[in-house]
């Protein structure tokens, strides 16, 4: 089948460069069945799942000339062994190894000149444990694209579903006078879409810039946002091509726990909790902060229509040294953006699809691109997953930590995704500007502990959130 790229797609893949690359990634940790798990096992299981993500069996044609855009085409050379490969670490292998090894692979371009993802399966973690990495570049994880290969592997029992597939035929890949025919054809019958793929570029942008920013009005003026020149920060550098990965674990009882004590979303204290840790990092590198200081975060939210990614501009109060003045501050101004009646839910979110983070992760990143340097500081993602075990050919998945890209001039990304009790976090920075990103991972967990003590000694005093005599509120937009 041969589709042409919309151009966002486009414009992802002209954006891309070595100290940008334009992928979306993840580290999903699992304890292997008393039978084991072997890479013949993954193989067996991604050969017979692969037909229900038909874009990772395609690659990228250009049209000669640049006629057109780019399509999708079905690749006849399809090696499922090239995407999906094979390390070790040696045994028994420590989680630092194992980001150590992530650092580098989420580092390197993919290979245009095949479907544009790949998959590594690294065994000998200590205890018996074996971890995945994938990594999928974000023209290959469209708005409306269906899902993505992760959460076709898994499934919610230990026993794997029995899907039956058809043998796959790659239809013939079109040559390059095929490409520029149908290029010509499609001027023909549409000659104001594609009078101009340079043209056809800007005008998306432009429309993709006038969502944003009307996304963007219920948190805080975009305008004054496209106006504030950015000041000196750590976060803004100039990025190598080297990247350094650091995560942190936390339960999702406690996020709940702090919201019943002061009200607001599970997303309110997840904010919180980034802007404490932002904090904390800051001070280590002795920059000065005032009681107003803030630091602007992108923040990409579902919006009701489901398909969508809508990116929300919050300022993290990193100035405030009170972790309960910093979450009610990020309570109000979240506010606006509940009543809007926009947000969708996550238990519905959580739903779509089966396992839904891989892909919300990745539209959250398309929806922050091309504002970086003018808009804000760095990207948070927050997905909410199912709160049920799943498993991977009888492995079962017991962490999943996402890993999103850095914008352009940017330091730092931070990902989370609840999942079975626990929230997850992935820290992305560049391996030279930041080398000190386990220190941030460390700091998220030490926010989130400062607002639990809070939140506990604010029980005892019998003061919180909630209006007296009735419990706080179950924020349906909760992570």
């Given at each position: 089948?041969?589709?042409?790229?919309?151009?966002?797609?486009?414009?992802?893949?002209?954006?891309?460069?070595?100290?940008?690359?334009?992928?979306?990634?993840?580290?999903?940790?699992?304890?292997?069945?008393?039978?084991?798990?072997?890479?013949?096992?993954?193989?067996?299981?991604?050969?017979?799942?692969?037909?229900?993500?038909?874009?990772?069996?395609?690659?990228?044609?250009?049209?000669?000339?640049?006629?057109?855009?780019?399509?999708?085409?079905?690749?006849?050379?399809?090696?499922?062994?090239?995407?999906?490969?094979?390390?070790?670490?040696?045994?028994?292998?420590?989680?630092?190894?194992?980001?150590?090894?992530?650092?580098?692979?989420?580092?390197?371009?993919?290979?245009?000149?095949?479907?544009?993802?790949?998959?590594?399966?690294?065994?000998?973690?200590?205890?018996?444990?074996?971890?995945?990495?994938?990594?999928?570049?974000?023209?290959?994880?469209?708005?409306?694209?269906?899902?993505?290969?992760?959460?076709?592997?898994?499934?919610?029992?230990?026993?794997?579903?029995?899907?039956?597939?058809?043998?796959?035929?790659?239809?013939?890949?079109?040559?390059?006078?095929?490409?520029?025919?149908?290029?010509?054809?499609?001027?023909?019958?549409?000659?104001?879409?594609?009078?101009?793929?340079?043209?056809?570029?800007?005008?998306?942008?432009?429309?993709?810039?006038?969502?944003?920013?009307?996304?963007?009005?219920?948190?805080?003026?975009?305008?004054?946002?496209?106006?504030?020149?950015?000041?000196?920060?750590?976060?803004?550098?100039?990025?190598?091509?080297?990247?350094?990965?650091?995560?942190?674990?936390?339960?999702?009882?406690?996020?709940?726990?702090?919201?019943?004590?002061?009200?607001?979303?599970?997303?309110?204290?997840?904010?919180?909790?980034?802007?404490?840790?932002?904090?904390?990092?800051?001070?280590?590198?002795?920059?000065?902060?005032?009681?107003?200081?803030?630091?602007?975060?992108?923040?990409?939210?579902?919006?009701?229509?489901?398909?969508?990614?809508?990116?929300?501009?919050?300022?993290?109060?990193?100035?405030?040294?009170?972790?309960?003045?910093?979450?009610?501050?990020?309570?109000?101004?979240?506010?606006?953006?509940?009543?809007?009646?926009?947000?969708?839910?996550?238990?519905?979110?959580?739903?779509?699809?089966?396992?839904?983070?891989?892909?919300?992760?990745?539209?959250?990143?398309?929806?922050?691109?091309?504002?970086?340097?003018?808009?804000?500081?760095?990207?948070?993602?927050?997905?909410?997953?199912?709160?049920?075990?799943?498993?991977?050919?009888?492995?079962?998945?017991?962490?999943?930590?996402?890993?999103?890209?850095?914008?352009?001039?940017?330091?730092?990304?931070?990902a989370l995704t609840s999942y079975d009790g626990g929230v997850f976090?992935?820290?992305?920075?560049?391996?030279?500007?930041?080398?000190?990103?386990?220190?941030?991972?460390?700091?998220?967990?030490?926010?989130?502990?400062?607002?639990?003590?809070?939140?506990?000694?604010?029980?005892?005093?019998?003061?919180?959130?909630?209006?007296?005599?009735?419990?706080?509120?179950?924020?349906?937009?909760?992570?």
């Amino acid at each position: 089948m041969v589709e042409r790229m919309s151009s966002a797609d486009v414009a992802f893949l002209h954006r891309e460069s070595r100290t940008a690359p334009q992928h979306v990634g993840g580290v999903a940790v699992f304890t292997a069945p008393p039978s084991g798990f072997a890479y013949d096992r993954l193989l067996r299981l991604l050969e017979e799942r692969i037909s229900f993500a038909p874009r990772y069996r395609q690659r990228v044609r250009m049209v000669p000339g640049h006629l057109a855009n780019p399509v999708w085409a079905d690749d006849p050379r399809f090696d499922i062994t090239y995407h999906v490969r094979r390390s070790a670490l040696p045994r028994p292998g420590t989680d630092q190894q194992l980001l150590e090894f992530c650092s580098r692979i989420q580092s390197r371009l993919l290979d245009r000149n095949h479907p544009l993802w790949e998959m590594y399966l690294v065994e000998g973690l200590s205890g018996g444990r074996f971890a995945i990495v994938t990594k999928t570049h974000e023209a290959l994880v469209g708005e409306g694209r269906g899902i993505d290969l992760v959460q076709a592997m898994l499934d919610s029992a230990p026993v794997p579903r029995r899907t039956v597939t058809p043998l796959w035929m790659p239809e013939p890949e079109p040559n390059a006078a095929r490409l520029v025919v149908d290029a010509a054809q499609a001027v023909v019958r549409r000659p104001l879409s594609l009078r101009d793929p340079v043209r056809g570029l800007r005008h998306e942008a432009a429309r993709a810039t006038d969502r944003w920013t009307a996304a963007a009005g219920g948190v805080a003026s975009a305008s004054l946002a496209l106006l504030r020149r950015p000041q000196s920060s750590p976060l803004h550098v100039r990025l190598g091509e080297q990247r350094r990965l650091a995560v942190a674990r936390t339960r999702l009882s406690d996020y709940r726990s702090i919201r019943d004590a002061f009200g607001g979303s599970v997303n309110d204290v997840v904010l919180a909790v980034v802007a404490g840790a932002l904090r904390g990092w800051l001070l280590s590198r002795a920059e000065p902060l005032r009681p107003a200081t803030t630091v602007r975060a992108l923040v990409p939210v579902s919006v009701a229509d489901v398909e969508q990614v809508r990116p929300l501009v919050v300022d993290l109060p990193v100035g405030e040294p009170d972790p309960v003045l910093r979450l009610a501050q990020l309570r109000y101004a979240m506010a606006g953006h509940r009543t809007s009646g926009r947000a969708v839910g996550a238990d519905r979110i959580a739903g779509l699809s089966g396992f839904a983070p891989p892909t919300l992760h990745a539209l959250g990143a398309r929806a922050a691109a091309g504002l970086a340097q003018r808009l804000f500081d760095l990207v948070v993602t927050n997905v909410p997953g199912p709160q049920l075990p799943l498993y991977a050919a009888g492995a079962r998945m017991t962490e999943m930590f996402p890993v999103s890209p850095l914008a352009a001039g940017q330091a730092l990304s931070i990902a989370l995704t609840s999942y079975d009790g626990g929230v997850f976090f992935g820290v992305n920075g560049d391996r030279e500007a930041v080398r000190d990103v386990a220190v941030l991972a460390e700091l998220l967990e030490e926010s989130l502990a400062e607002l639990v003590t809070a939140s506990r000694t604010s029980a005892v005093a019998g003061v919180g959130g909630a209006r007296p005599g009735r419990p706080a509120r179950s924020d349906r937009s909760d992570a």
